[in-house]
Protein backbone atom coordinates (compact mmCIF):
# COMPACT_ATOMS: atom_id res chain seq x y z
CA UNK A 1 0.00 0.00 0.00
CA UNK A 2 1.03 3.24 -0.67
CA UNK A 3 2.25 5.42 2.47
CA UNK A 4 0.30 9.28 2.67
CA UNK A 5 1.83 11.34 4.63
CA UNK A 6 -0.36 14.02 6.81
CA UNK A 7 1.34 17.15 7.40
CA UNK A 8 -0.07 19.22 10.56
CA UNK A 9 1.32 22.69 11.63
CA UNK A 10 0.02 23.20 15.57
CA UNK A 11 0.05 26.68 17.08
CA UNK A 12 -1.92 26.91 20.29
CA UNK A 13 -5.18 25.14 18.83
CA UNK A 14 -5.71 23.37 22.17
CA UNK A 15 -9.44 23.95 21.48
CA UNK A 16 -9.95 22.26 18.47
CA UNK A 17 -7.00 19.88 18.53
CA UNK A 18 -8.13 16.69 19.54
CA UNK A 19 -11.13 16.62 17.19
CA UNK A 20 -8.66 17.21 14.25
CA UNK A 21 -6.30 14.42 15.23
CA UNK A 22 -8.84 12.15 16.18
CA UNK A 23 -10.31 12.48 12.65
CA UNK A 24 -7.21 11.36 11.10
CA UNK A 25 -6.45 8.63 13.33
CA UNK A 26 -9.91 7.26 12.64
CA UNK A 27 -9.36 7.95 8.35
CA UNK A 28 -10.19 4.59 6.61
CA UNK A 29 -6.66 4.60 4.77
CA UNK A 30 -4.78 3.60 7.40
CA UNK A 31 -1.14 3.35 5.83
CA UNK A 32 -0.54 6.79 6.95
CA UNK A 33 2.44 8.85 8.20
CA UNK A 34 1.12 11.39 10.61
CA UNK A 35 3.55 14.20 11.08
CA UNK A 36 2.93 17.52 13.77
CA UNK A 37 4.69 19.76 14.03
CA UNK A 38 4.55 22.20 17.20
CA UNK A 39 5.66 25.53 16.25
CA UNK A 40 6.46 26.70 19.59
CA UNK A 41 2.58 26.77 21.15
CA UNK A 42 2.33 28.36 24.80
CA UNK A 43 -0.85 27.00 25.23
CA UNK A 44 -1.46 22.87 25.55
CA UNK A 45 -0.88 21.85 22.20
CA UNK A 46 2.56 20.75 22.80
CA UNK A 47 1.25 17.91 25.72
CA UNK A 48 -2.09 16.80 23.86
CA UNK A 49 0.72 15.68 20.53
CA UNK A 50 3.05 14.42 23.02
CA UNK A 51 0.24 12.60 24.86
CA UNK A 52 -1.58 10.71 21.42
CA UNK A 53 2.28 10.12 20.22
CA UNK A 54 2.41 7.41 22.79
CA UNK A 55 -1.11 5.76 21.32
CA UNK A 56 -0.47 5.36 18.09
CA UNK A 57 3.26 4.47 16.23
CA UNK A 58 2.30 6.66 13.00
CA UNK A 59 2.87 9.61 14.55
CA UNK A 60 5.66 12.02 14.47
CA UNK A 61 6.17 14.60 16.37
CA UNK A 62 8.60 17.79 16.10
CA UNK A 63 8.66 20.69 18.32
CA UNK A 64 10.37 24.01 17.44
CA UNK A 65 10.55 27.58 18.33
CA UNK A 66 7.59 29.45 16.92
CA UNK A 67 8.37 29.94 12.88
CA UNK A 68 5.38 30.61 11.58
CA UNK A 69 2.79 28.67 9.80
CA UNK A 70 5.07 28.32 6.31
CA UNK A 71 8.12 26.75 8.27
CA UNK A 72 6.42 24.73 10.14
CA UNK A 73 4.93 23.60 6.91
CA UNK A 74 8.10 23.07 5.64
CA UNK A 75 9.57 21.12 8.52
CA UNK A 76 6.91 18.85 8.12
CA UNK A 77 7.71 18.14 4.36
CA UNK A 78 11.59 17.39 5.18
CA UNK A 79 10.32 15.21 7.59
CA UNK A 80 7.62 13.29 5.23
CA UNK A 81 8.47 9.92 3.80
CA UNK A 82 5.27 9.55 1.73
CA UNK A 83 4.36 8.56 -1.66
CA UNK A 84 1.28 11.25 -1.50
CA UNK A 85 1.12 14.06 0.96
CA UNK A 86 -1.82 16.23 2.50
CA UNK A 87 -2.14 19.10 4.73
CA UNK A 88 -4.20 19.70 7.24
CA UNK A 89 -4.75 22.38 9.66
CA UNK A 90 -4.73 22.00 13.62
CA UNK A 91 -8.25 23.71 14.05
CA UNK A 92 -9.98 22.04 10.67
CA UNK A 93 -11.38 18.09 10.58
CA UNK A 94 -11.23 15.88 7.95
CA UNK A 95 -14.35 12.94 6.80
CA UNK A 96 -13.14 9.40 7.77
CA UNK A 97 -12.97 8.33 3.89
CA UNK A 98 -10.89 11.61 3.12
CA UNK A 99 -7.64 9.92 1.94
CA UNK A 100 -9.45 7.04 0.35
CA UNK A 101 -11.41 9.23 -1.76
CA UNK A 102 -8.50 11.60 -2.64
CA UNK A 103 -6.27 8.52 -3.28
CA UNK A 104 -8.75 6.65 -5.61
CA UNK A 105 -9.18 10.05 -7.60
CA UNK A 106 -5.13 10.24 -8.60
CA UNK A 107 -4.56 8.40 -11.81
CA UNK A 108 -1.97 8.68 -14.03
CA UNK A 109 -3.48 11.70 -15.31
CA UNK A 110 -3.98 13.42 -12.32
CA UNK A 111 -1.52 16.42 -10.68
CA UNK A 112 -3.18 16.91 -7.96
CA UNK A 113 -6.70 15.45 -6.33
CA UNK A 114 -9.24 18.17 -4.44
CA UNK A 115 -11.92 17.92 -2.86
CA UNK A 116 -15.38 20.04 -1.64
CA UNK A 117 -15.59 21.51 1.84
CA UNK A 118 -17.97 22.03 4.49
CA UNK A 119 -17.92 25.32 6.40
CA UNK A 120 -18.68 25.26 9.46
CA UNK A 121 -19.43 29.11 10.48
CA UNK A 122 -18.25 28.35 14.52
CA UNK A 123 -19.99 32.02 15.60
CA UNK A 124 -23.32 31.64 13.73
CA UNK A 125 -23.32 27.80 14.88
CA UNK A 126 -24.29 26.86 11.00
CA UNK A 127 -22.75 24.63 8.19
CA UNK A 128 -22.37 24.48 4.45
CA UNK A 129 -21.33 22.08 1.96
CA UNK A 130 -19.48 24.43 -0.70
CA UNK A 131 -17.94 24.02 -4.20
CA UNK A 132 -19.60 21.20 -5.18
CA UNK A 133 -20.31 21.63 -8.73
CA UNK A 134 -18.46 19.78 -10.89
CA UNK A 135 -15.73 22.11 -13.25
CA UNK A 136 -15.22 21.22 -16.70
CA UNK A 137 -11.66 19.83 -17.87
CA UNK A 138 -9.14 21.63 -20.21
CA UNK A 139 -9.95 21.98 -23.86
CA UNK A 140 -7.46 20.52 -26.40
CA UNK A 141 -6.17 24.05 -27.18
CA UNK A 142 -5.95 25.39 -23.86
CA UNK A 143 -2.74 25.86 -21.82
CA UNK A 144 -2.44 24.55 -18.39
CA UNK A 145 -1.62 27.43 -17.08
CA UNK A 146 -4.81 29.23 -18.95
CA UNK A 147 -6.37 26.40 -17.39
CA UNK A 148 -5.50 26.53 -14.07
CA UNK A 149 -6.17 30.75 -14.02
CA UNK A 150 -9.68 29.47 -15.09
CA UNK A 151 -9.93 27.32 -12.22
CA UNK A 152 -8.79 30.54 -9.58
CA UNK A 153 -11.25 32.83 -11.34
CA UNK A 154 -14.66 30.43 -10.96
CA UNK A 155 -14.13 28.79 -8.09
CA UNK A 156 -12.43 28.63 -4.06
CA UNK A 157 -11.45 25.08 -3.73
CA UNK A 158 -7.65 25.80 -5.40
CA UNK A 159 -6.47 28.58 -3.28
CA UNK A 160 -5.68 26.40 -0.17
CA UNK A 161 -3.32 24.27 0.56
CA UNK A 162 -5.28 21.86 2.25
CA UNK A 163 -8.38 19.89 0.86
CA UNK A 164 -6.02 18.40 -1.84
CA UNK A 165 -3.38 14.87 -2.23
CA UNK A 166 -0.08 15.92 -3.40
CA UNK A 167 2.69 13.76 -4.80
CA UNK A 168 5.11 13.58 -2.56
CA UNK A 169 7.69 13.64 -4.96
CA UNK A 170 7.12 16.92 -6.54
CA UNK A 171 5.90 18.16 -2.93
CA UNK A 172 9.25 17.99 -1.34
CA UNK A 173 11.03 19.68 -3.97
CA UNK A 174 8.90 22.43 -3.19
CA UNK A 175 8.82 24.99 0.08
CA UNK A 176 6.19 27.55 1.21
CA UNK A 177 7.65 31.11 1.43
CA UNK A 178 7.98 32.11 4.27
CA UNK A 179 8.68 35.80 3.38
CA UNK A 180 4.75 36.24 2.84
CA UNK A 181 1.71 35.93 5.51
CA UNK A 182 -1.07 35.91 3.20
CA UNK A 183 -1.67 33.81 0.54
CA UNK A 184 1.77 31.55 0.86
CA UNK A 185 -0.69 28.67 0.62
CA UNK A 186 -2.16 29.71 -3.52
CA UNK A 187 1.37 30.06 -4.12
CA UNK A 188 2.46 26.66 -3.10
CA UNK A 189 -0.42 25.02 -5.32
CA UNK A 190 0.49 26.79 -7.92
CA UNK A 191 4.24 25.93 -7.99
CA UNK A 192 3.54 22.56 -7.64
CA UNK A 193 1.05 22.35 -10.77
CA UNK A 194 3.73 24.27 -12.69
CA UNK A 195 6.20 20.44 -11.88
CA UNK A 196 2.80 18.26 -12.07
CA UNK A 197 2.34 16.69 -15.14
CA UNK A 198 -1.85 15.88 -15.77
CA UNK A 199 -4.47 18.34 -14.31
CA UNK A 200 -6.82 18.70 -11.37
CA UNK A 201 -9.19 15.78 -10.30
CA UNK A 202 -12.23 16.54 -8.37
CA UNK A 203 -13.80 14.83 -5.45
CA UNK A 204 -17.01 16.50 -5.54
CA UNK A 205 -17.45 15.58 -2.10
CA UNK A 206 -17.61 17.70 1.64
CA UNK A 207 -14.51 16.02 2.99
CA UNK A 208 -12.53 18.85 4.70
CA UNK A 209 -13.73 20.56 7.37
CA UNK A 210 -12.82 24.07 7.52
CA UNK A 211 -13.98 25.57 11.14
CA UNK A 212 -14.47 29.54 10.13
CA UNK A 213 -13.66 31.84 12.74
CA UNK A 214 -10.76 30.18 15.14
CA UNK A 215 -8.60 32.35 12.52
CA UNK A 216 -6.35 34.76 14.64
CA UNK A 217 -6.55 38.49 14.84
CA UNK A 218 -3.05 38.85 12.73
CA UNK A 219 -4.35 36.34 9.82
CA UNK A 220 -7.22 38.88 9.90
CA UNK A 221 -5.92 42.04 9.51
CA UNK A 222 -3.61 40.79 6.59
CA UNK A 223 -6.82 40.01 4.25
CA UNK A 224 -7.93 43.80 4.73
CA UNK A 225 -4.70 45.25 3.57
CA UNK A 226 -4.71 45.57 -0.42
CA UNK A 227 -1.10 45.61 -0.80
CA UNK A 228 -1.05 41.46 0.72
CA UNK A 229 -3.31 40.92 -2.81
CA UNK A 230 -1.64 43.35 -4.98
CA UNK A 231 1.57 41.52 -3.98
CA UNK A 232 -0.75 38.17 -4.52
CA UNK A 233 -1.31 39.61 -7.81
CA UNK A 234 2.14 40.28 -8.56
CA UNK A 235 3.00 36.73 -7.56
CA UNK A 236 0.91 35.25 -10.00
CA UNK A 237 1.91 37.65 -13.02
CA UNK A 238 5.21 36.08 -12.75
CA UNK A 239 4.11 32.60 -12.43
CA UNK A 240 2.80 33.38 -15.31
CA UNK A 241 5.67 34.28 -16.68
CA UNK A 242 5.92 36.84 -19.98
CA UNK A 243 4.20 36.98 -23.53
CA UNK A 244 1.30 35.53 -21.95
CA UNK A 245 -1.27 34.19 -24.24
CA UNK A 246 -4.75 36.37 -24.84
CA UNK A 247 -7.04 33.46 -23.22
CA UNK A 248 -4.07 33.23 -20.29
CA UNK A 249 -4.48 37.58 -19.88
CA UNK A 250 -8.11 37.30 -19.86
CA UNK A 251 -8.26 34.86 -16.94
CA UNK A 252 -5.65 36.75 -15.41
CA UNK A 253 -7.93 40.18 -15.32
CA UNK A 254 -10.66 37.99 -14.01
CA UNK A 255 -8.79 36.66 -11.42
CA UNK A 256 -7.58 40.02 -10.22
CA UNK A 257 -11.66 41.41 -10.40
CA UNK A 258 -12.72 38.27 -7.93
CA UNK A 259 -9.60 39.36 -5.48
CA UNK A 260 -11.02 42.94 -5.56
CA UNK A 261 -14.46 42.01 -4.90
CA UNK A 262 -12.63 39.33 -2.36
CA UNK A 263 -10.57 42.29 -0.65
CA UNK A 264 -14.26 44.40 -0.43
CA UNK A 265 -15.86 41.64 1.18
CA UNK A 266 -13.25 41.49 4.05
CA UNK A 267 -13.30 44.83 4.90
CA UNK A 268 -17.08 44.62 5.20
CA UNK A 269 -16.40 42.02 7.38
CA UNK A 270 -14.03 43.22 9.45
CA UNK A 271 -16.09 46.16 10.42
Partial sequence: MQKVSIIIPIYNSEKYLKTCLDSVLNQSYRNLEIILIDDGSTDGSAKIIDDYAKTDPRIIIHHQKNSGQSSARNKGLKLST????????????????????LLNAFTSRTSLSVCSLKYNRLKLKTSENVYLNPLRSRKKTESKKAYLLYLLAVDGRMYSSVN??????IARTLSFDKTLNFAEDTKFVLDYLS???????????PLYFYNFGTETSTIKKTAILWKNWETSYKNLKNWLGKNPT??????????HLRWRISYLRSKRRAR
Fill in 195 to 205: KADGDPSFVLK
Fill in 164 to 169: KLYDGK
Fill in 82 to 101: GDYISFIDSDDEIAPDFIES
Fill in 246 to 255: PKEKFWLHTV
